[in-house]
């Protein structure tokens, strides 16, 4: 196991790399625990539960909003909750998001933690302290930052992964490479056949990787006033299509970065062959690269996306493979460009 410590203002998380699920009892603070889970995770591993009062939410994003925060506060009352009591989610990235928020708000605050079950959540949602629901169908709209106490990443959960979900965690690991480190994307272009097998080697190195980007930036900016928003690439346009079309996370983001590359091209950061490697990477990896939406639709909902400020939004674009930027572009830029 390959523990990382990430210190921030609102505190400290500690994120277990390779610890197995079957170990969780070792770093619960406490014995008075409630775990959260989707009906998804229960299925495979309810088995392996400690013993503790379990909350089963619908899986997937439909479930990610207030009603489900509702419907966990009315149950968190019936079972007697109090501020001792420590809350822990069992699941992918869309249980971190709600367990997240309802730890921070409940009782305003009990401590918590993920077991994070799904590639995507691993790399990505559960590092980091972001935690909210989605509101009249904009993505995070109602969140806050809190650090859960620890994220167990137990990699042979991966196994009962269903195809789709584990090829959308591996677009949140295209990202990080590109954002941050180019020798890690060549890790990827000369290794797609292992990944797509799931070789646990290959895997692990690539979550292991992820994850001390993410902890690093995440580290240093812990409010997004800065570095972080080179963690949103790929994500202003990803957003904005998840909902409409009823994409998968990794599968909008994808599409998200094709767009941001793209866009970094057309404003000559880069050179277009990098964007389209990038696509070509993404392509390999089975994800999805072209969609045709409707403009109007997609430009409305990005006009109404949280790193909008006026009439600029901030934007994150390539400089190179290895290498983002982020810029504050005027709406209209995207707009002209969406357009042509
Ligand atoms: N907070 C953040 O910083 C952050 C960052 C990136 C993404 N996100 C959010 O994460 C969400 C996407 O996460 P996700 O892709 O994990 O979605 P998810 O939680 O819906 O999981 C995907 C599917 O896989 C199932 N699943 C999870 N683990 C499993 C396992 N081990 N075996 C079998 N089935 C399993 C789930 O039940 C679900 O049906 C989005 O809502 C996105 O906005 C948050």
Redesign the pocket.
Known sequence: MEVLNITTPSGRSQVLLGERFLNINRHLPHNKVVIIT?T??AK?YSGDFPPFPVIEIG???KN?NLDTVRYIYDKLIELEVDRSCFILGI???????IVGFVASTYMRGLDFGFVS??L??QV??S??G??GVNYQGF??MIGVIRQPAFVLCDYT??K???EK?YL??LA?IVKHAVIRDRVMFEILEKNIRKILQRDSRIISGLISASVKIKAEIVGKDELEKGERRLLNFGHTFGHAIENIYNL???EAISLGMIMAANFSAHKGLMPLKSAKRLERLLDNLHLITKISPDKNIVLDTMRKDKKKYGTEIYFVMLEDIGKAIFRSIPFSDIERYQNK
């Open positions: 989707d998804n995770v495979c899986f997937g994003e990610k699941g992918g990235g869309v249980i971190c998001d079950t799904s995507l959540s990505d949602a590092i980091g972001k935690n993505k995070n959960m991966l009962s992964l269903p979900e959308s965690g949140e998968s996370h990794g």
